[in-house]
């Protein structure tokens, strides 16, 4: 998917002063695309309304918030735009106020039609958006939007909240361009060491997995009982002399005066060097490019052709599955049984992996949502949206689960145990899920 020409509106000499930190760390480009994106919101339930603020806050030009659901005494308890005065009006109108006040350079405008009425309408207003986002809606109604969306060359998102379980889902078409926020191979950093846990040596290689080390002694006390200190090493590439590491003091033992250590500053070659080399221009980086799935097609894929699937991920796969054959209400459970034996067998996983109480308790959750966990996924799922508008960066390929307690899938079919792959984030409860056919 290409980029979506606007008219291009120039950062003001406020705004710049503003995004002055954002645009040093991705550039005056990105910045600049961010403010001309024209970003519509759809449900701003407690994971919508996290969405939407830090969107605003990252300095996109337009948002539009469409959610004509009465806000109710459930919403004050957990929605972050949402006070006691504003029960029974509409949670879009209670948002508006507040996201304007977070930032007078975004404009932030309601839409008075439900996604419903706008995927209806003759005129196809979805068009004139580079990006929307739908929160908290149901899985049919999330594929309407996506094909909508991929037929207008439009960015889509869909998040789901599910208690302390959520979900979100990324379609930026079939030809997304970025570049990636990676360095050049030429100035690449030599690969990180791991160490053996059999012999504690150290090697050099790239690793998909984290590197878990056997506990080693602790260094033996001083005459006080004080551990010594970590050493620094420090290393100065422009004199000989100096190639020797030089290490500071330990941490003192009672009785010995503490001492002042003074470090040479860096010698005017080097300083002269380093100026000279930041002032070369460095080639742009070549643009890249990534080819999504629809949702409906990012749904069919077979568990056990992909690397890790989160157990939760394949939960709501099976309550979708079972709300579309037996409708949202349904309690039959012969249905629910057979729904799950045919996925496991058209997914090639072992029948016990998912349970009809797994099924039930995830359905009593969906649309209900745990402040703290949205406010964790909404602000993963603002971040990958700058990154889609921004295109700089490499953008989420193409599920984010959060919350999964059960060890996910591996490619046998049979739960993955053991060190995590490099598909789990840093946020620990959180993992990326490539479903992509193949």
């Given at each position: 998917?290409?980029?979506?020409?606007?008219?291009?509106?120039?950062?003001?000499?406020?705004?710049?002063?503003?995004?002055?930190?954002?645009?040093?760390?991705?550039?005056?480009?990105?910045?600049?695309?961010?403010?001309?994106?024209?970003?519509?919101?759809?449900?701003?339930?407690?994971?919508?309304?996290?969405?939407?603020?830090?969107?605003?806050?990252?300095?996109?030009?337009?948002?539009?918030?469409?959610?004509?659901?009465?806000?109710?005494?459930?919403?004050?308890?957990?929605?972050?735009?949402?006070?006691?005065?504003?029960?029974?009006?509409?949670?879009?109108?209670?948002?508006?106020?507040?996201?304007?006040?977070?930032?007078?350079?975004?404009?932030?405008?309601?839409?008075?039609?439900?996604?419903?009425?706008?995927?209806?309408?003759?005129?196809?207003?979805?068009?004139?958006?580079?990006?929307?986002?739908?929160?908290?809606?149901?899985?049919?109604?999330?594929?309407?939007?996506?094909?909508?969306?991929?037929?207008?060359?439009?960015?889509?998102?869909?998040?789901?909240?599910?208690?302390?379980?959520?979900?979100?889902?990324?379609?930026?078409?079939?030809?997304?361009?970025?570049?990636?926020?990676?360095?050049?191979?030429?100035?690449?950093?030599?690969?990180?060491?791991?160490?053996?846990?059999?012999?504690?040596?150290?090697?050099?290689?790239?690793?998909?997995d984290v590197v878990l080390l056997d506990d080693e002694p602790s260094p033996a006390p001083g005459p006080t009982g004080a551990t010594p200190a970590d050493?620094?090493?420090?290393?100065?590439?422009?004199?000989?002399?100096?190639?020797?590491?030089?290490?500071?003091?330990?941490?003192?033992?009672?009785?010995?005066?503490?001492?002042?250590?003074?470090?040479?500053?860096?010698?005017?070659?080097?300083?002269?060097?380093?100026?000279?080399?930041?002032?070369?221009?460095?080639?742009?980086?070549?643009?890249?490019?990534?080819?999504?799935?629809?949702?409906?097609?990012?749904?069919?894929v077979r568990w056990c052709t992909m690397r890790r699937v989160p157990h939760f991920f394949c939960v709501l796969q099976a309550l979708h599955r079972f709300?579309?054959?037996?409708?949202?209400?349904?309690?039959?459970?012969?249905?629910?049984?057979?729904?799950?034996?045919?996925?496991?067998?058209?997914?090639?996983?072992?029948?016990?992996?998912?349970?009809?109480?797994?099924?039930?308790?995830?359905?009593?959750?969906?649309?209900?949502?745990?402040?703290?966990?949205?406010?964790?996924?909404?602000?993963?799922?603002?971040?990958?949206?700058?990154?889609?508008?921004?295109?700089?960066?490499?953008?989420?390929?193409?599920?984010?689960?959060?919350?999964?307690?059960?060890?996910?899938?591996?490619?046998s079919g049979r739960p993955a145990m053991g060190r995590r792959s490099r598909f789990y984030t840093l946020e620990g409860d959180g993992v990326a899920v490539?479903?992509?056919?193949?």
């Open positions: 998917m290409t980029e979506k020409v606007s008219t291009a509106i120039q950062l003001s000499d406020a705004e710049a002063a503003i995004y002055d930190r954002q645009i040093r760390i991705w550039g005056l480009d990105a910045q600049q695309r961010i403010r001309n994106s024209r970003i519509l919101i759809c449900g701003i339930s407690p994971l919508g309304a996290e969405v939407a603020k830090n969107v605003v806050l990252a300095g996109a030009g337009h948002v539009v918030i469409s959610d004509p659901t009465p806000a109710s005494k459930t919403d004050y308890g957990t929605h972050l735009f949402v006070s006691e005065g504003d029960i029974g009006k509409s949670r879009a109108v209670c948002a508006q106020d507040r996201l304007q006040a977070m930032n007078i350079h975004c404009s932030v405008s309601v839409e008075p039609r439900s996604i419903e009425e706008l995927l209806e309408s003759e005129d196809a207003p979805l068009r004139e958006y580079t990006l929307v986002v739908l929160c908290d809606a149901a899985f049919g109604l999330q594929c309407r939007v996506d094909e909508c969306c991929r037929a207008l060359g439009v960015l889509f998102f869909a998040g789901s909240s599910y208690g302390l379980r959520s979900v979100f889902f990324a379609d930026l078409g079939e030809r997304f361009e970025y570049v990636a926020d990676v360095p050049a191979p030429s100035e690449a950093p030599p690969a990180p060491a791991s160490v053996s846990a059999s012999s504690g040596s150290a090697t050099t290689g790239a690793s998909d050493s620094i090493v420090l290393l100065d590439d422009d004199e000989e002399e100096d190639k020797a590491p030089r290490r500071a003091p330990s941490a003192p033992v009672d009785g010995e005066d503490d001492e002042l250590v003074v470090l040479e500053s860096t010698p005017p070659e080097r300083e002269a060097k380093e100026a000279e080399e930041a002032e070369e221009p460095k080639a742009p980086a070549a643009p890249q490019m990534l080819c999504y799935p629809s949702l409906a097609q990012a749904w069919r709300q579309a054959a037996r409708g949202e209400a349904s309690t039959d459970a012969a249905t629910l049984q057979s729904v799950i034996a045919s996925l496991a067998e058209e997914h090639g996983v072992p029948p016990s992996f998912i349970t009809p109480q797994d099924v039930w308790d995830l359905a009593r959750v969906e649309g209900i949502a745990f402040a703290p966990v949205a406010a964790i996924v909404g602000g993963m799922l603002a971040q990958q949206v700058i990154v889609a508008v921004s295109r700089k960066g490499t953008p989420l390929y193409n599920v984010f689960a959060y919350g999964d307690s059960r060890p996910p899938l591996g490619p490539r479903a992509v056919p193949e």
